[in-house]
């Protein structure tokens, strides 16, 4: 008897949880671009990869320090960054007050929601033509066009982001009598600001895209048109200073909405 | 301020959830219903919180409620049903708001009933620093904040443990022999039922109807966990149910 207990094997129950929540990790991200520019340096000055496949990153740099001294810097980014805060901004607002409406009165989203569909998939820059024969060739069509491009996608998260508002939250609302408009805005809409706010940081990623199209088409100052020069002169340092400015700028943008989620959600568990 | 069901039948579609209720809810007494999963208890206690309108017959309300009820039908429901946006505070200053109670006469309220369910320190935090007791805890505080003439509470205790439960059942004691208040409590629970009701209304299996009303003598702070008479009348209930419920089962084979 006592032999069979002892031939039993002992061990430890194999550990298989865990995972699958997403915890805050630093410094990796950066790590991650740091060693792509080492690795892409190394090759470039080995030669290992060639000069007319990918810029050295210390040229790009290089570039970066004549802008910055030459004060062509600031000419190209302020412009660009002025227009994207006007066009976001003023898409984003309208995109989620329509998403709003959308989400709260049946005969708007009957009417509204089939429209969004149909223009939500062309692609806007198609319609500059006809934003610069409405608005004019200055700075009216590439506000019109970056807002324009991030109503769509922000009016289709918004709604969406109303519609997920837990429905046993808003029955207790009118359970204690709470006004229609006591409702709104202290159930629905806070209940509704993390998909508001995942659904911005796609809309503000497109309206990047679009500034730069927008600029690209015509304008003289900008990212766009500073990246559709090095272009055509197949200038790839000041091309990749030009792309470096505009990751620059998707980072901001997505820090600024994290900064916006740590503030405003905090109460999620 | 009574309340009186009078032939409330209800239907989702073609499926009738309940048929020809007819029940008194007197002021100051604790009606408790229970029934077969499905037979409509949750629905009864919309109808008669006026969450829902019923297919037939109507809720009247006798009388008029206490001037000072600011919401005089008041539920408290089984998921808590609490804001996570907001502490438990700003979850009962939620309901006064809109009467325009705010500030100081906010404030003394809100101390008042979260000092009435034992949470005064808990007065900061968020929903999701509690556990689901004091959760319930919360919501009943926010409940009790409105002065209701009739609480509505379907299921309070059921998302909890075992333990916090029959805590919470001594809680809601202690808080109706200070001040009595009219309610009715839906639950699967017998024991809830037998313990905190003055009458029991058992209902049919779907679609509900009034199967038998029975009463409970005892006074509230006399029952205690195991009494014998109360078992004796849990068992009766059991076996009501226990009718209901096989020929339910029965039902669903036969389909
Ligand atoms: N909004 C609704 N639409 C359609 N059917 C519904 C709706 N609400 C409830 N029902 C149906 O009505 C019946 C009664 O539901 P109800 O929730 O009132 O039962 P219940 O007695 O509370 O059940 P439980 O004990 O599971 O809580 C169920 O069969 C349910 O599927
Ligand atoms: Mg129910």
């Not at chain 2, 029934?35 to 017959?57: A, M, V, Y």
């Not at chain 2, 006064?96 to 008042?112: C, M, N, V």
Request: aromatic fraction near 8%; charged fraction near 20%.
């Amino acid at each position: 008897m006592s032999d069979s207990v002892q031939a039993k094997q002992t061990k430890p129950v194999a550990f298989r949880g865990g995972g699958f929540s997403p915890i805050h990790i630093k410094w990796v991200g950066l790590s991650v671009f740091v060693t792509l520019i080492l690795v892409l340096e190394a090759g470039t000055r080995s030669g290992f990869i060639s000069n007319l496949t990918m810029p050295r990153p210390s040229d790009v740099g290089w570039t970066f320090v004549e802008l910055w001294t030459s004060g062509l810097l600031w000419k190209h980014v302020l412009p660009s960054v002025s227009r994207l805060l006007v066009g976001a901004t003023l898409g984003a607002s309208l995109g989620i007050g329509v998403g709003i409406l959308i989400g709260l009165f049946s005969y708007i989203r009957a009417g509204l929601v089939p429209l969004i569909s149909a223009i939500f998939p062309v692609p806007k820059i198609a319609l500059l033509p006809l934003f610069v024969i409405w608005f004019g060739i200055d700075e009216t069509s590439k506000y019109a066009l970056i807002a324009f491009g991030t109503f769509t996608p922000t009016v289709v998260s918004t709604f969406g982001a109303v519609d997920n508002v837990d429905r046993s939250l808003i029955r207790m609302g009118q359970s204690f009598s709470l006004s229609w408009f006591s409702i709104v805005t202290k159930i629905v809409l806070p209940g509704a600001m993390p998909g508001i706010l995942s659904g911005l940081r796609v809309s503000l990623a497109i309206a990047i895209i679009l500034l730069v199209a927008a600029e690209m088409l015509g304008a003289e100052y900008g990212i766009g048109a500073y990246i559709l020069q090095a272009g055509s002169l197949y200038d790839l340092e000041r091309l990749f200073a030009g792309v470096v400015i505009l990751s620059v700028m998707g980072v901001t943008v997505s820090a600024v909405i994290g900064f916006f989620e740590k503030r405003l959600l905090g109460w999620r568990s | 301020m009574d309340l009186r069901l009078e032939n409330i039948g209800h239907s989702y579609g073609d499926m009738e959830v309940m048929q020809g209720m007819d029940l008194e809810i007197p002021a100051g007494k604790r009606v408790c219903s229970v029934g077969p999963s499905g037979c409509g208890k949750s629905t009864l206690l919309r109808l008669i919180g006026g969450l829902e309108q019923p297919t037939t017959g109507r809720v009247l309300q006798i009388g008029e409620p206490p001037a000072e009820s600011l919401n005089p039908l008041t539920f408290v429901f089984q998921d808590f049903a609490l804001l996570p946006w907001r502490t438990v505070e700003g979850n009962i200053s939620l309901v006064l708001e809109d009467h325009g109670i705010r500030g100081k006469q906010a404030d003394a309220i809100i101390s008042d009933v979260l000092a009435r369910t034992k949470l005064t320190e808990f007065r900061k935090a968020l929903p999701k620093q509690l556990s689901g007791g004091m959760k319930q805890r919360v919501a009943i505080s926010r409940a009790l904040a409105v002065n209701p003439a009739v609480m509505l509470m379907d299921e309070p205790l059921s998302a909890l443990d075992s333990q916090t439960r029959e805590l919470l059942m001594d809680d809601l004691v202690s808080l109706w022999t200070r001040e009595p208040f009219t309610a009715v409590y839906v639950t699967h629970n017998l024991h809830e039922a037998v313990r905190l009701g003055h009458f029991i209304v058992v209902l049919s299996r779907r679609p509900g109807r009034i199967r038998e009303v029975v009463a409970v003598d005892k006074p509230l702070a006399e029952r205690e966990l195991g009494d014998a008479d109360l078992e004796q009348t849990q068992k009766y209930l059991w076996n009501l149910m226990r009718e209901e419920a096989l020929a339910a089962d029965k039902e669903l084979i036969n389909v």
